[in-house]
């Protein structure tokens, strides 16, 4: 069975830097999709970043230019650096990844932005 295993977060202050990873149970090669969905107090879940199937990347408009997805293969992990975090990116970071149609979730990582 799939496991996804988040990891990294943490109290950054605004500004700084902060590195999430994804460690999956089996080769990142074999999902449609994997990337990162994160959840705010309140608000509902939004996606943040992914890798396609072809390797491209895409972004939210609202991380693009600051947040960075990378994956060492041989490891099965799958990084999302944060550079220049806001207030408003405080949030449960979830990894996701897609096979065969299925969703696949990480149990989450807190990531507070706070001076």
């Known amino acids: 069975q799939l496991q996804l295993v988040d990891s990294g977060g943490g109290l950054v202050q605004p500004g700084w830097s902060l590195r999430l990873s994804c460690a999956s149970s089996r080769s990142i090669h074999s999902f449609s999709a994997i990337g990162w969905y994160r959840q705010a107090p309140g608000k509902q879940r939004e996606w943040v970043a992914s890798?396609?199937?072809?390797?491209?990347?895409n972004y939210a408009d609202s991380v693009k230019a600051r947040f960075t997805l990378s994956r060492d293969n041989a490891k099965n992990t799958v990084y999302l650096q944060m550079n220049s975090p806001k207030p408003e990116d405080k949030a449960v970071y979830y990894c996701?990844?897609?096979?065969?149609?299925?969703?696949?979730w990480g149990q989450g990582t807190q990531v507070t932005v706070s001076s």
């Open positions: 996701n990844a897609r096979i065969l149609g299925t969703e696949n």
């Open positions: 890798f396609t199937d072809n390797g491209a990347t």
